[in-house]
T-cell receptor, first 112, second 116 residues
Framework: GQQLNQSPQSMFIQEGEDVSMNCTSSSIFNTWLWYKQDPGEGPVLLIALYKAGELTSNGRLTAQFGITRKDSFLNISASIPSDVGIYFCAGQYGGSQGNLIFGKGTKLSVKP | DTEVTQTPKHLVMGMTNKKSLKCEQHMGHRAMYWYKQKAKKPPELMFVYSYEKLSINESVPSRFSPECPNSSLLNLHLHALQPEDSALYLC???????????????FGPGTRLTVL
């Protein structure tokens, strides 16, 4: 089946530092999504990407849809303590009826 | 409004109990989803409803029974569960399951289920 490789698995950073995480796939996706999940809560959609090469920002977050359509990255600038959580990438391919393929997540810890 | 609501927030049940999880959205979305999530793992798809019809069942045991009474509501009926079924159960919705683009999923807060 389709798999997404998300890295890094975890990050420990100092407040104010920039963060970068990425996902790669063995298959082509039509859509890349980035979610953040706090403990005991549902994932919250951060950024949605639909076109190869697309670069989209949401506040301090920036994400890009790779040219090959098989990868995506998420950057967080000037991290703050509330950025703590698990970040998931998810890809969707054509004709999937909404079936998302999730990465295994990146756990972000921020030291004040 | 991009809100999906789920009730209850927490549920504890015995293996002989019958209970139901509820999910609601008022965004006019025509696709609704049930996911199961274990600790430190990504969500795993269980069921997809497309225009109120079950379109995907990811080989889920029959002790989980989904129901979509109308386009805004989604239920998950639980019966004779096992302790290993304890997990966070997430509902999600998206605009149109037949679209390949602009069909991002919005998740509810989840129901934390514990089976004793």
């Amino acid at each position: 089946g389709q798999q997404l490789n998300q890295s890094p698995q975890s990050m420990f950073i100092q407040e104010g530092e920039d963060v970068s995480m990425n996902c790669t796939s063995s298959s082509i996706f039509n859509t890349w999504l980035w979610y953040k999940q706090d403990p005991g809560e549902g994932p919250v959609l951060l950024i949605a990407l639909y076109k190869a090469g697309e670069l989209t920002s949401n506040g301090r977050l920036t994400a890009q849809f790779g040219i090959t359509r098989k990868d995506s990255f998420l950057n967080i600038s000037a991290s703050i303590p509330s950025d703590v959580g698990i970040y998931f990438c998810a890809g969707q391919y054509g004709g999937s009826q909404g079936n998302l393929i999730f990465g295994k997540g990146t756990k972000l810890s921020v030291k004040p | 409004d991009t809100e999906v609501t789920q009730t209850p927030k927490h549920l504890v049940m015995g293996m002989t109990n019958k209970k139901s999880l509820k999910c609601e959205q008022h965004m006019g979305h025509r696709a609704m989803y049930w996911y199961k999530q274990k600790a430190k793992k990504p969500p795993e798809l269980m069921f997809v409803y497309s225009y109120e019809k079950l379109s995907i069942n990811e080989s889920v045991p029959s002790r989980f029974s989904p129901e979509c009474p109308n386009s805004s509501l989604l239920n998950l009926h639980l019966h004779a569960l096992q302790p290993e079924d304890s997990a966070l159960y997430l509902c999600a919705s998206s605009q149109d399951p037949l679209r390949d683009f602009y069909n991002e999923q919005f998740f509810g807060p989840g129901t934390r289920l514990t089976v004793l």
